[in-house]
């Protein structure tokens, strides 16, 4: 058993942007040379997520829509008035979602649904750089 780590920045464009690390996190286990495992993605931000969805144009806008109904953006909250930077939505967000996906892996290929992306979501007030790991657990 061993282990195998890649760390990537991927710039968002701003709130609500999807950007699908599906591609990278395949090659990162065709690099790795291992045969099968775990692998865990992880986004090591407050304001960001990961997960898995079919990443269409209609899932993508039912996706917004759904996080808006369920934790808008302009209500107040605790953290908008102990910061005063307007993303305690963001917070929020990310907390439920989750900052991690872990997919197995076998024959050196992701096993995932077929149309099962992995996505980063941006989740906060603006744009940013964040960093991305790929983690691997196998043989």
């Known amino acids: 058993m061993g282990t195998y780590r890649r760390k990537v920045s991927i710039g968002t464009k701003g709130p609500g942007d999807i950007v699908d690390v599906t591609s990278l996190v395949e090659e990162t286990v065709r690099s790795s040379g291992m045969d099968q495992g775990m692998a865990l993605v992880f986004v090591p931000h407050s304001t960001a997520a990961l997960v898995t969805i079919e990443n269409e144009p209609g899932l993508r806008k039912d ?14 909250y605790q ?12 917070h929020v ?10 997919l197995p892996f076998d024959q050196g290929r992701l096993e995932r649904g077929t149309w ?19 983690q691997l657990l196998g043989e």
């Open 93 to 102: 967000r990310s907390a439920f979602l989750g900052t991690s996906v872990s």
């Open 63 to 76: 996706l917004a829509d759904a996080l808006e109904r369920t934790f808008p953006a302009d209500i107040e």
């Open 79 to 90: 953290h908008h008035l102990r910061w005063g930077d307007g993303n305690g939505h963001s």
């Open 116 to 134: 099962q992306q992995v996505v980063l979501l941006e989740l906060d007030v603006q744009g940013r750089q964040r960093e991305l790991v790929v």
